[in-house]
């Protein structure tokens, strides 16, 4: 799998849009980018995943640049749950496994 | 509810002791795995298998021991306990073919070894 590089930490006002920024110039053309987060010791918690589209969902929208080569994911109103530790990931999926960095924290205050 | 749920969620034993965690998935995937996240923060893959069948085996010391009774199901066994083995245990699920499903995952087995 890919390798991803991350920011360490980000912060973000509440209200306002949080953009998480991700490297992942080695993806390959059959590679998904996943991002999943992970509250505080909860478990990891799945956000969104896209192959080359720009994809939304009820929790966030992720923008992949043309070449693939990085991605962004948007919290468009970020709230003080949405703290937590964001993995961005790329993996065949399919029962891969996820290869997990270090992640950006995200942390969001009044 | 449909979920990845883990037993017990907290678990303190002593060095030297046998120990289980159990997973069960209702969520009709047929890949499940586990992951652990050690202290700081690490999260890596130990385990996997599909439809009772081993198809990731990490470089894992073969104290550590999956069993999976049915697709639903994965449970992990560990003989001989060590303190280096204390750390978050992650039970996950998915679907094995197409990229399109997202991994659920539990919320975790904070095992301790004293």
């Known amino acids: 799998d890919a390798k991803t590089t991350q920011p360490p930490s980000m912060d973000c006002a509440e209200g306002r849009a949080a953009n998480l920024p991700c490297n992942h110039s080695t993806i390959s053309g059959n590679e998904y980018v996943y991002w999943y987060r992970q509250i505080h010791s909860q478990g990891p918690q799945y956000i969104i995943h896209?192959?080359?589209n720009n994809e939304t969902n009820e929790m966030a929208s992720l923008i992949i640049t043309e070449d693939r080569k990085s991605s962004t994911l948007i919290l468009p109103h970020a709230t003080l749950r949405d703290t937590a530790v964001y993995y961005c990931i790329v993996s065949t999926g399919g029962g891969n496994k996820l290869t997990f960095g270090t992640g950006t924290q995200l942390k969001v205050e009044l | 509810d449909t979920a990845v749920s883990q037993t017990p969620k907290y678990l303190v034993t002593q060095m030297g002791n046998d120990k289980s965690i159990k997973c069960e998935q209702n969520l009709g995937h047929d890949t499940m795995y586990w992951y652990k996240q050690d202290s700081k923060k690490f999260l890596k893959i130990m385990f996997s298998?599909?439809?009772?069948?081993?198809?990731i085996n990490e470089t894992v010391p073969n104290r550590f021991s999956p069993k999976s009774p049915d697709k639903a199901h994965l449970n992990l066994h560990i003989n001989s306990l060590e303190l280096g083995d204390s750390a978050v245990y992650f039970c996950?699920?998915?679907?094995?073919?197409?990229?399109?499903?997202?991994?659920?995952f539990g919320s975790g087995t904070r095992l301790t070894v004293v």
């Open positions: 996950a699920s998915s679907f094995r073919t197409g990229g399109n499903y997202g991994y659920t």
């Open positions: 298998y599909n439809n009772k069948e081993l198809i």
């Open positions: 896209g192959l080359k």
